[in-house]
């Protein structure tokens, strides 16, 4: 960890992780295959949605934020996006109200990471060197660049790192007991992804948009935007091996948009109608 302001940012000693959630702030039902995969794809016209997730991991009174959405201005800036509802209130009706949530790992800039940081004022933040550098350097403000980013997101992550209150990392780390992060690069020039190891589990890897859907890492086939498209590629490498468990099991690479997620695993609404198709536990 780097020199951070004492008593901010900080899980409980003895902090350890045992349970992981993946919650649904976003859908856009009008996305099409051809948006998903790089170059010319057969049938690309074909519906293919996109669903937008955040993670939470929870352990005894406190838990690591993965990634912070966006809000539901953006979604209006954006056609065709469906806002459900901030993340952070699932979080809250978890038992995990920002005020016990003093950490957040940023695993990229792009504007659907990055929207309720503003709402975390003394949450640690984790992000990759590598990304803080590109997106406040020269090459933000051309193409498509300029329109993946939330300037003012960027910027508030700038005053974050004034006061002191962003940690930032060049590579691989551990942020706490048995949650690790790892620079991948690809998608993002600073893209990491976060692995979960609870012990007696198998590893449990948040890909986040290092593989926005099973198909991308699982049949091959890099996703539309990519910073390096030949380290998109090494990702892929990357996410089968972070998947292995120490004794050789395979874990679970969990996609960062793919609403298949939300089928594969089981809800944790646990009754509350305020919560039904928004949470669901990866264990």
């Not at 006061?163 to 930032?168: E, L, N, S, Y």
């Not at 060049?170 to 706490?176: F, L, N, V």
């Not at 893209?191 to 091959?220: K, T, W, Y």
């Not at 695993?265 to 039904?276: E, V, Y």
């Amino acid at each position: 960890m780097r020199a951070l302001i004492p008593g901010r940012g900080t899980l409980p000693e003895g902090w350890m992780p045992e349970q992981v959630y993946v919650i649904r702030y976003a859908t856009r039902p009008t996305a099409v295959a051809a948006e998903h995969f790089m170059g010319h794809i057969a049938h690309g016209e074909a519906s293919m949605p996109i669903d937008y997730f955040v993670w939470l991991i929870t352990g005894p009174d406190a838990a690591i934020l993965v990634d912070a959405g966006f809000t539901p201005e953006t979604a209006e800036a954006r056609p065709g996006r469906e806002h459900l509802g901030s993340p952070l209130e699932v979080a809250k009706a978890l038992g995990y109200p920002v005020e016990r949530i003093p950490s957040v790992v940023v695993t990229h800039m792009h504007y659907d990471h990055t929207g309720y940081l503003g709402h975390l004022p003394d949450a640690t933040v984790h992000v990759q060197e590598a990304e803080m550098a590109f997106w406040t350097g020269r090459h933000v403000r051309r193409g498509l660049y300029a329109t993946i980013a939330h300037p003012d997101d960027v910027a508030g992550l700038v005053r974050a790192n004034f006061d002191g209150r962003v940690d930032i990392l060049s590579g691989d780390a551990e942020i706490a007991p048995g949650i690790t992060v790892h620079h991948l690069g690809g998608h993002t020039p600073g893209m990491q992804v976060v692995r979960v190891q609870i012990p007696g589990r198998a590893p449990i890897v948040l890909a986040s948009d290092a593989s926005h859907f099973d198909a991308n890492v699982c049949e091959d086939r890099p996703f539309s935007i990519a910073h390096e498209t030949p380290r998109m590629y090494d990702a892929f490498d990357a996410l089968h091996q972070l998947a292995v468990g120490t004794a050789g099991e395979r874990g679970t690479i969990v996609p960062g948009h793919d609403p298949a997620v939300t089928e594969r695993f089981t809800p944790a609404d646990g009754g509350d109608p305020r919560l039904a198709g928004r949470v669901w536990s990866l264990l």
